[in-house]
């Protein structure tokens, strides 16, 4: 056997296992309560578009509102680390993008995960060199996104559809959609080996401040309102049916993060920076920091009709089977905290 047709069975067990225990823990006397966990285990990436996970972990929001239970980190530089994670039982719960989370949910017939906050919205962006202007320019260029099927790419393929482009998986079509690490972008758009990019903040700035380009296309553009989903909190089912204290404890912290970044700036960017920083080994410099924060919102509201046309969009540029994504939604948690608060509540 290969080595990716094993890694592809693992996988396929850690779902069945996954949903195994879910489907077992939906069962059991709703009356019981259950003991705490020993620690709830968090994924995030140490990304600006997870600005207010980064904040609930280093103001101490997450661990003051679990009070004697402890909580241990993990960090992730793609979706799909972060659901194999989630999937294989190394972590709890994790903020991460869309279209990894329905991806999640379509694998596991809708039983591994629920959505229970929207955490950002905005900060993506079609990125060009000089001399394309119009999206007739873009005939026969090469444009990068993050990864095959991310969401990037998705609204990336979806758009040049639009234009009545043809874009293929393996990077043939009208224009060639070359899936890269953001960072690697970054050096292959300054060398010139590509046109563009589909990329979420900071590289969007980055590419423009570092790069030389400009955008052509603002994805909060094509939204209704300029609000479309970038990252949220999804949780293993099991783990939301077992221990909804903890689930609850961490969105009371959620909460007090995104408080924090949207009240006070330029102190929840420096936290965050410093975090960053402390991750990958390098800050992201003040300017920045300072264009990226500004394209995004950070909010509560998991603004779910994006989080439908991304799957539709998914499903018709071939990346995605039909799905069903009634029940991806776990937000009863959310509204109460929110009501108690007198907040207005989220919808899905």
């Given at each position: 056997m290969s080595n990716g047709s094993r890694a592809a069975?693992?996988?396929?067990?850690?779902?069945?296992?996954?949903?195994?225990?879910?489907?077992?823990?939906?069962?059991?006397?709703?009356?019981?309560?259950?003991?705490?966990?020993?620690?709830?285990?968090?994924?995030?990436?140490?990304?600006?578009?997870h600005a207010p996970a980064i904040l609930g972990v280093t103001e101490g929001y997450f661990q003051e509102e679990l009070g004697d239970v402890p909580l241990t980190t993990n960090t992730f530089n793609?979706?799909?680390?972060?659901?194999?994670?989630?999937?294989?039982?190394?972590?709890?719960?994790?903020?991460?993008?869309?279209?990894?989370?329905?991806?999640?949910?379509?694998?596991?017939?809708?039983?591994?995960?629920?959505?229970?906050?929207?955490?950002?919205?905005?900060?993506?962006?079609?990125?060009?060199?000089?001399?394309?202007?119009?999206?007739?320019?873009?005939?026969?260029?090469k444009l990068a996104t993050p990864s095959l099927g991310n969401t990037q790419d998705v609204a990336l393929r979806a758009w040049l559809a639009d234009q009545g482009y043809a874009t293929t998986l393996e990077g043939g079509g009208d224009v060639f959609i070359l899936p890269q690490s953001n960072a690697q972008t970054l050096e292959t758009f300054r060398s010139g080996d590509i046109d563009g990019a589909w990329v979420p903040e900071p590289w969007t700035t980055r590419l423009v401040l570092?790069?030389?380009?400009?955008?052509?296309?603002?994805?909060?553009?094509?939204?209704?309102?300029?609000?479309?989903?970038t990252t949220h909190l999804i949780v293993a089912t099991s783990f939301l049916n077992e221990h909804p204290d903890q689930v609850r404890a961490v969105l009371r912290g959620l909460i007090r993060?995104?408080?924090?970044?949207?009240?006070?700036?330029?102190?929840a960017q420096a936290a965050a920076n410093a975090n960053?920083?402390?991750?990958?080994?390098?800050?992201l410099a003040p300017e920045t920091i300072s264009g990226a924060w500004g394209n995004l919102t950070?909010?509560?509201?998991?603004?779910?009709?994006?989080?439908?046309?991304?799957?539709?969009?998914?499903?018709?540029?071939?990346?995605?089977?039909?799905?069903?994504?009634?029940?991806?939604?776990?937000?009863?948690?959310?509204?109460?905290i929110l009501r108690e608060e007198g907040r207005p509540e989220v919808s899905e």
């Open positions: 069975m693992i996988f396929a067990i850690a779902i069945i296992l996954l949903v195994l225990v879910a489907s077992l823990s939906g069962c059991s006397n709703g009356e019981t309560e259950s003991a705490a966990p020993s620690v709830v285990r968090l994924g995030y990436f140490p990304n600006v578009t793609a979706g799909t680390e972060a659901t194999e994670a989630l999937f294989s039982g190394a972590i709890d719960m994790t903020f991460i993008g869309p279209n990894p989370a329905i991806n999640a949910f379509a694998q596991s017939n809708g039983e591994a995960i629920r959505i229970v906050s929207g955490t950002t919205s905005g900060g993506a962006a079609l990125v060009v060199r000089e001399g394309i202007n119009t999206p007739a320019d873009l005939a026969g260029t570092e790069g030389g380009g400009h955008v052509l296309v603002d994805e909060a553009d094509l939204w209704p309102e300029g609000q479309f989903v993060a995104v408080d924090f970044a949207n009240e006070q700036p330029q102190e960053i920083e402390q991750i990958t080994g390098k800050a950070f909010t509560l509201d998991p603004i779910a009709s994006s989080l439908r046309e991304s799957a539709d969009d998914a499903i018709a540029v071939g990346l995605l089977e039909p799905v069903d994504l009634d029940g991806i939604y776990a937000l009863d948690i959310l509204n109460e």
